[in-house]
T-cell receptor, first 112, second 118 residues
Framework: EDQVTQSPEALRLQEGESSSLNCSYTVSGLRGLFWYRQDPGKGPEFLFTLYSAGEEKEKERLKATLTKKESFLHITAPKPEDSATYLCAVHSIYNQGGKLIFGQGTELSVKP | GAGVSQSPSNKVTEKGKDVELRCDPISGHTALYWYRQSLGQGLEFLIYFQGNSAPDKSGLPSDRFSAERTGGSVSTLTIQRTQQEDSAVYLC????????????????FGPGTRLTVL
C-alpha cells in the first residue's frame, strides 16, 4: 500500500534558524513527489515537483531534495512568513489518474 | 489568471440533509480532483475527472457521495443524507492533465468548502 509519513508533526524555529522537514514514502513506483504549503483556512499552494532520486529544486529559502525513500524540505534562515503547514504527496506510476497520496503534514512555526 | 474557485466557502447543514459543493477549475485545465481534509487528517482523495473519460471514483467513501462535471469544466460534489462524520473541508484541484501531454502534473487547489454537519 502506498504510504507517506512526514516528520516532525510540528516544528518551532526561531527566525534565522535553519532546519529540515522529512517526508518518507513507500510507493510501488514513484511517478512524482510533490511539496505543498498550506496556510490556515486556505487550500494547499504548490511548491515543488521532484521526479527522480538526486533531483533538487529551490525557491527562495526552500530547497527540496529526493532520494529513493525520502524527500527533505530544507528551510534556510526562515522568516515568520514561512510559518505554515507543509504537505508532501506522491503519485504512483500504477495509478493511471492523478490521485495523490498525502502525508499528514508538518506544522512549521517561525518566531521572530 | 484566476485560480480554482469553490463555493460556498462555508456550509452548515443538519444531519440527514443533502448538500452540493461547487468547483470552478482553472480555465484550460482538463483534469479535476476532489479531496477531503478532516481535522487532524491528511488530504483524502475522493474522485478524479479527466476530460471525457470515465471518472475515477475509487476514493468516494460511500454511495451517499457523488460528483459530476458538466461540459468538461464546472464540477459539483453532492453528499446525500449527510452524517456528522462528513464534516470536513472539501478541496477541489485542477491540473492541465492530458492537455499538457502528460496527466502527471501539478495540481492547483481551491480554497475549499468547510462543511459542518450538526
Amino acid at each position: 500500500e502506498d504510504q507517506v509519513t512526514q516528520s516532525p508533526e510540528a516544528l518551532r524555529l526561531q527566525e534565522g534558524e535553519s532546519s529540515s522537514l522529512n517526508c518518507s514514502y513507500t510507493v510501488s513506483g514513484l511517478r512524482g513527489l510533490f511539496w505543498y504549503r498550506q496556510d490556515p483556512g486556505k487550500g494547499p499552494e504548490f511548491l515543488f515537483t521532484l521526479y527522480s532520486a538526486g533531483e533538487e529544486k529551490e525557491k527562495e529559502r526552500l530547497k527540496a531534495t529526493l532520494t529513493k525513500k525520502e524527500s527533505f524540505l530544507h528551510i534556510t534562515a526562515p522568516k515568520p512568513e514561512d510559518s505554515a503547514t507543509y504537505l508532501c504527496a506522491v503519485h504512483s506510476i500504477y495509478n493511471q489518474g492523478g490521485k495523490l497520496i498525502f502525508g499528514q503534514g508538518t506544522e512549521l512555526s517561525v518566531k521572530p | 489568471g484566476a485560480g480554482v474557485s469553490q463555493s460556498p466557502s462555508n456550509k452548515v447543514t443538519e444531519k440527514g440533509k443533502d448538500v452540493e459543493l461547487r468547483c470552478d477549475p482553472i480555465s484550460g485545465h482538463t483534469a479535476l480532483y476532489w479531496y477531503r481534509q478532516s481535522l487532524g487528517q491528511g488530504l483524502e482523495f475522493l474522485i478524479y475527472f479527466q476530460g471525457n473519460s470515465a471518472p475515477d471514483k475509487s476514493g468516494l467513501p460511500s454511495d451517499r457521495f457523488s460528483a459530476e462535471r458538466t461540459g468538461g469544466s464546472v464540477s459539483t460534489l453532492t453528499i446525500q443524507r449527510t452524517q456528522q462524520e462528513d464534516s470536513a473541508v472539501y478541496l477541489c484541484a485542477s491540473s492541465l492533465g492530458s492537455a499538457s501531454g502528460s496527466p502527471y502534473n501539478e495540481q492547483f487547489f481551491g480554497p475549499g468548502t468547510r462543511l459542518t454537519v450538526l
